[in-house]
């Protein structure tokens, strides 16, 4: 297994206090990955990184903003949390290779 | 164009039986097709994965059927076991660039034992 750590792994929070979801990889990988996932809904992207200081938007965006200030680190950060964004949140890394490599997953509830 | 449609949203197959799941996609651009699987609690996993070049991928007990034209793919597990039971997810991507995926909504497997 590639060697991704999510931090924290469980979090319980109040809607509108700002949560910050650490991704950390120790493969020296590219890309960077957060997803969230939902019953009925798979695995959605939320955003991506595709180097140190470069992001961009997934298809499910809103309320969510990232940063990689290094490589080895990507931080999602939910600036006002909902209670729409209780959820299952996963990072992913991706080397060279067309594989993506996931976390163990951070579960989030907003009460 | 840019979803991935999976079925069916759950599966029971007996022991030794064997598991077929399907996907379907629109976006012609597609051209990698990884199968994930995940257990509860974990992230997923890459299974096994094809390329548009080839209509059927094996590895063990896994096969990846593809058919290009119809722009369709399934997962056959042969002789399904209980330790199969898990959450499957198809997805696709365009290898150039930054390799997003778009999975598919997932099938909970159950084998029966």
Same mark, same amino acid.
């Given at each position: 297994?590639?060697?991704?750590?999510?931090?924290?792994?469980?979090?319980?929070?109040?809607?509108?206090?700002?949560? =910050?979801?650490?991704? &950390?990889?120790?493969?020296? &990988?590219? #890309?960077? #990955?957060?997803?969230?996932?939902?019953?009925?809904?798979?695995?959605?992207?939320? &955003?991506?990184? *595709?180097?140190? $200081?470069?992001?961009?938007?997934?298809?499910?965006?809103?309320? *969510?903003?990232?940063?990689?200030? $290094?490589?080895?680190?990507?931080?999602?950060?939910?600036?006002?949390? !909902?209670?729409?964004? !209780?959820?299952? *949140?996963?990072?992913?890394?991706?080397?060279?290779?067309?594989?993506? #490599?996931?976390?163990?997953? =951070?579960?989030?509830?907003?009460? | 164009?840019?979803?991935?449609?999976?079925?069916?949203?759950?599966?029971?197959?007996?022991?030794?039986?064997?598991?077929?799941? %399907?996907?379907?996609?629109? %976006?012609?651009?597609?051209?990698?097709?990884?199968?994930?699987?995940?257990?509860?609690?974990?992230?997923?996993?890459?299974?096994?994965?094809?390329?548009?070049?080839?209509?059927?991928?094996?590895?063990?007990?896994?096969?990846?059927?593809? %058919?290009?034209?119809?722009?369709?793919?399934?997962?056959?597990?042969?002789?399904?076991?209980?330790?199969?039971?898990?959450?499957?997810?198809?997805?696709?991507?365009?290898?150039?660039?930054?390799?997003?995926?778009?999975?598919?909504?997932?099938?909970?497997?159950?084998?029966?034992?």
């Amino acid at each position: 297994d590639a060697g991704i750590t999510q931090s924290p792994r469980h979090k319980v929070t109040e809607t509108g206090t700002p949560v =910050t979801l650490r991704c &950390h990889q120790t493969e020296n &990988h590219r #890309y960077m #990955y957060w997803y969230r996932q939902d019953p009925g809904h798979g695995l959605r992207l939320i &955003h991506y990184s *595709y180097g140190v $200081k470069d992001t961009d938007k997934g298809e499910v965006s809103d309320g *969510y903003s990232v940063s990689r200030s $290094k490589t080895e680190d990507f931080l999602l950060t939910l600036e006002s949390a !909902t209670s729409s964004q !209780t959820s299952v *949140y996963f990072c992913a890394t991706s080397g060279s290779q067309e594989t993506q #490599y996931f976390g163990p997953g =951070t579960r989030l509830l907003v009460l | 164009q840019q979803q991935v449609k999976q079925s069916p949203q759950s599966l029971i197959v007996q022991k030794g039986g064997i598991s077929i799941i %399907n996907c379907a996609y629109e %976006n012609t651009a597609f051209d990698y097709f990884p199968w994930y699987q995940q257990f509860p609690g974990k992230g997923p996993a890459l299974l096994i994965a094809i390329r548009p070049d080839v209509s059927e991928k094996k590895e063990g007990r896994f096969t990846i059927s593809f %058919n290009k034209s119809a722009k369709q793919f399934s997962l056959h597990i042969m002789d399904s076991q209980p330790g199969d039971s898990a959450t499957y997810f198809c997805a696709a991507s365009m290898v150039s660039g930054t390799y997003k995926y778009i999975f598919g909504t997932g099938t909970r497997l159950k084998v029966l034992a």
